[in-house]
């Protein structure tokens, strides 16, 4: 049998990652329809906070005037510090800060 994989809610996540001071600003920013998801090759557009997401999936999005192109690493299990939060995520963007 094969494990299970684990899965976040977007919201939940994006709040953990650090992207979001809360998860009320993150779900409002998810229900505007501005984030996209690559998994498998498939493109999707998201717009519900409660959309699962996993390990291996690419984010594209933009806040403020920043594109960030993200792959989930890891699901967390909680808001730690952000070194902590750097650890669920790779850019696959190039940093401008």
Do not use: N
Request: aromatic share 8%; proline share 5%.
């Amino acid at each position: 049998m094969t494990e299970p994989v684990e899965t976040c809610r977007i919201d939940v996540w994006l709040w953990r990652a650090r992207f979001f001071k809360t998860r009320a600003l993150s779900a409002k920013f998810i229900e505007g329809g501005t984030i996209r998801q690559d998994r498998f090759g498939q493109t999707t557009r998201l717009s519900k906070p409660g959309h699962a997401i996993r390990p291996g999936d690419r984010l594209i999005f933009a806040v403020g005037a920043r594109l960030i192109d993200i792959r989930i690493l890891d699901t967390g299990e909680r808001r730690g510090p952000a070194s902590e939060a750097q650890t669920l995520y790779e850019r696959l963007d190039a940093p401008t800060d």
